[in-house]
């Protein structure tokens, strides 16, 4: 029979049926929709007719990869109730907020249970970007290493990013470039990071960056100024030999005041000296009479 394959166990004469999932099939009209905060969208799901009374699920994974419950026996969830309505073959969202965007799934199962496929529907809720956010060393050591940045979060999809040095475009290679081929320098349009390694003296100039997503103008950054300087070898020894001087002249002084007594010198502990007062005479006169009688 087309459609069901018969399952033997070694050894036995027990045979299940079973019945592909890939027999019933699950279609949308728009495998992404786009739309803009605050409007409608509509999302389809049909199904072929093999389902008998069939069982609709809906489901989101969101921008964080988290799945939730939207559409669950025949009734919407309380997370999603204000603002989502299921009906045949179909969900709406009114309303919408840029949370909404992620990917939708609509699962479908035969009331048999051997029946189940599904279709996911990407949504996607423009948003335009805002002015980005970029971080730029003020100076660098020439033939050192300098990273700049620049970030913007508000805008989806995703923004991606162009830099400037003095008002004209950074290509994303150098090579083939008069005005950059001086430069050694990875720029990453995906993340808007822009690495000099190593920095020399033609990198020197003002920095801004564009953010854009394809939804509304591109935004651009305020501008800011990077230096580039040598390595001033002699003037680091110069004020080491400096530094030590002022700890030798703070030495000397030191010991002369300690020799001129304008210091306080260590006194003398010598250990105290203990005197013991001779035992008193006690022997009483009466004896000193009585001794004192046989002197001739």
Known sequence: MEGVKLLCVS?????????????????????????????SLELSCTYTA????????????????????IYYEKQ?????????????????????????????????????????NSVTIKVII????????????????????????????HGYPKSKYKWFRNGIPIPVKSAGNSLFHNSSYILNI???VLL??????????????EASNGVGPAMRSQAKKMDVYETNVGGIVAGVIIALLIIALIGIGIWFAYRKGYLPRKK?????????QPPEDTTDDADFKQKSSFVV
């Open 196 to 209: 000099f390694n190593p920095v020399t003296k033609s990198d020197v100039g003002e920095y801004y960056c």
């Open 126 to 153: 423009e948003v335009p970007p805002k002015v980005p956010q970029i971080s730029v060393p003020t100076s660098v050591t020439n033939g050192g290493s300098a990273e700049l940045s620049c970030t913007e979060t």
């Open 11 to 39: 050894l036995s004469i027990i045979c299940l049926t079973v019945h592909p999932a890939l027999g019933y099939e699950v279609s949308t009209a728009n495998s992404v929709v786009r739309s803009q905060p605050g409007k």
């Open 268 to 276: 003398d502990t010598k250990p105290p000296v203990s005197y013991h």
């Open 190 to 192: 995906e993340t808007g």
């Open 76 to 116: 919407v969830t309380e997370k999603f109730r204000e603002r989502f309505e299921v009906y045949d073959k179909g969900m709406r969202i009114t309303n919408a907020e840029p949370s909404d965007s992620g990917d939708y799934m609509c699962e479908v199962t035969a009331a048999t249970g051997n029946g189940f």
């Open 50 to 69: 093999d389902f008998d009374s069939p069982r609709i699920e809906w489901k989101r994974s969101d921008l964080q990869g988290s799945t939730t419950l």
